[in-house]
Every structure is written in C-alpha cells, then in structure tokens.
C-alpha cells in the first residue's frame, strides 16, 4: 500500500536560517505529492503540490521537487519567519479513489 | 466565501451515547472525506465519498458511519462512541476530475473526547 516518511519532529530554528524536512514516499503508480501546512488551532492548508516527475511546486518562498529516482519530495526554505511556525504534513494521492495518505507531520518553531 | 464548515468545534460526551459531526461544504465538490487527526499518526482517513449517495471505506471506518445524500453535506455519526475514538476530526472536500492532483480543502476540525 501506499506511505509516507517525514522527518521527524520536532524542528527549531532561528529566523532566516535554511529549512530543510525530508519526505519519502512509496505508492503504486504514479501518485500526486502535496505540502499542507497546519497553523496552530486550523484547518490543514495546502501549502504546495507537484504532479508529476520533476515537477517542482512553491508557494510563500517554499519548495519542493518531484523526485521519481529517490522517491522524495522535500521541502525548503531558504530564509524562515517566525509566522512559518506550524506543523507541515507531506501527502500524496494516488489510485482510483485518489486517497490522501499522510506523513505523521513536523512541528517547525522558528525563533525570533 | 469559499469554505467546509464542521460542527461542533468541541464535544465532550458519553461512552456509547450517539453523536453526528455535520461537514458542509459550499464549493459544489464532488469529493468529499473524513480524517481523524491523533499524535505521531498524522491524518488518517475514515470515509470518502465520490458523490451522492457514493461511499467507502478509508483505512480506519471501525465504529464510523457516513452518507451522502446531498452534494454538499457529508455527515459523520459515530453511533456508539467509545474512548478510543477521542481524537480531532476533520472534513475536506474536492473537485474530482483530472488526475488526482485536485486541492484538498480542510474545515476547521472538530475535537472530540469520549469519557
């Protein structure tokens, strides 16, 4: 069946340091691979996606590339702000029902 | 405003008393689901729903019931609740067309403990 490994938590940083949080997948087919971002107290938000092989997805200064050969999908950021604060969950989606399966999500605290 | 509304935000109740979650949402997706959020498991997803009157079974439905009558209501009833259902609820909906790269959109969750 399908998964997803995310690094594991929790991350502090400082502001504008570099932000890496590894994401690995397996999955039949060929799935769609999403960011969402969780603030604290809502919803999940879909921060970024990719939908295919090399497909590189960004939003808000975030990235992350479709990596087929490593079957990865990390996200970036090259400088951090303390609103970047909040628990990142990677995803993907993949067969006939098209079935979000979730990574156990990071805890990102940037400091001041 | 485009959105998925859950109610109730909180609930605090009884083994075995009877409760629904409502999920409405105003997008006219076709696609709509529940997860249940629990520490260290990220979201796993209960039921989905391809449309109306079209259900299954996500990879935790134990003690889960669903229906889709309308497009835009996909409530959750849990009809004899035990502890291990203490957990933060969440319904998303979608398009369902292309390839499956559609956007999930989150309601705001629903916090559930069951004593």
């Known amino acids: 069946g399908n998964s997803v490994t995310q690094m594991e938590g929790p991350v502090t940083l400082s502001e504008e340091a570099f932000l890496t949080i590894n994401c690995t997948y397996t999955a039949t087919g060929y799935p769609s691979l999403f960011w969402y971002v969780q603030y604290p107290g809502e919803g999940l938000q879909l921060l970024l996606k990719?939908?295919?092989?090399?497909d590189k997805g960004s939003n808000k200064g975030f990235e992350a590339t479709y990596r087929k050969e490593t079957t990865s999908f990390h996200l970036e950021k090259g400088s951090v702000q303390v609103s970047d604060s909040a628990v990142y969950f990677c995803?993907?989606?993949?067969?006939?029902?098209?079935?979000?399966?979730f990574g156990s999500g990071t805890q990102l605290t940037v400091l001041p | 405003e485009a959105q998925v509304t859950q109610n109730p935000r909180y609930l605090i109740t009884v083994t075995g008393k009877k409760l629904t979650v409502t999920c409405s949402q105003n997008?006219?997706?076709?696609?709509m689901s529940w997860y249940r959020q629990d520490p260290g498991l990220g979201l796993r997803q209960i039921y989905y729903s391809m449309n109306v009157e079209v259900t299954d079974k996500g990879d935790v439905p134990e003690g889960y019931k669903v229906s889709r009558k309308e497009k835009r209501n996909f409530p959750l009833i849990l009809e004899s609740p035990s502890p291990n259902q203490t957990s933060l609820y969440f319904c998303a909906s979608s398009l369902w067309e292309g390839q499956g790269g559609n956007e999930q959109f989150f309601g705001p969750g629903t916090r559930l403990t069951v004593l």
């Open positions: 995803a993907l989606s993949s067969g006939s029902a098209r079935q979000l399966t």
């Open positions: 990719a939908t295919k092989a090399d």
């Open positions: 997008m006219n997706h076709e696609y």
